[in-house]
């Protein structure tokens, strides 16, 4: 893994400044959007030749960074994101294997608090889809770390479901690839963000300001995408 990127949550910066200038005895809906694997040039506001108009709008209107440092590993990563710490004290140094000391448990330990924990305290509809890999494994589950409601894989690897390693657990419980529960032939990346606006649908019924935790495993390898995506950019990469 060359790069992980957290622009994103930037992004929302602004916006949620204006939420807390604009009504400050409100509580402001939070979401936070994570990448796996992909270089800060990757977005058109960077310079990127692909194409991402929607984030390109969001950071003409928020916050951007102009530097930024990572923990060259996903699972790190996601710890520090979800705890506010470095990775070892959350107990995610590496990846997801116990190799027997404190700061390499390969799952956020008991020692931390998720934002979702200390959110869902705070009267928040706390949700999360995506990928886990914070050691589910060994235990770790999104829904027994403060999540409400949860569309989650514990790892990576796939974005389709036919002849991939596609392990779901939908609130706790786990989905096959086909499950009825699952749009037909559904592509990760798009699985994600339908059940997050769903999840959000719930908050607002339930009168809640929600926070969201949307952990893409894209564009992480390997790399797929939809046909037609695919199409946009065939010859364009010929020149190198």
Known sequence: MKYLKLC????????????LEAAPSAKPN???ILVDDMGWADIGCYGSEISTPNLDALAGNGLRFTQFYN??????????????LYPHQAGVGHMTDDKGVPGYQGRL????VTIAEVLRGAG???IMTGKWHVGQNLGVVPWERGFDRSLNAPAGGFYYPSGQRAQLFLNGKQLAPDDPALPKDWYSTDLWTDFGIKFIDEAL??????????AYNAPHFPLQAPPQDIAKYRGKYKIG
């Open 8 to 19: 994103l949550t930037a992004i929302f910066c602004a916006g949620l400044s204006l939420c």
């Open 30 to 32: 939070i979401i936070i």
């Open 71 to 84: 923990t060259a590993r996903c699972c790190p990563t996601r710890a520090s994101l979800l705890t506010g």
């Open 109 to 112: 330990n008991d020692s931390c």
């Open 124 to 126: 928040y509809f706390t």
């Open 205 to 214: 019924g339930a009168k809640k300001p929600f926070f969201l935790y949307l």
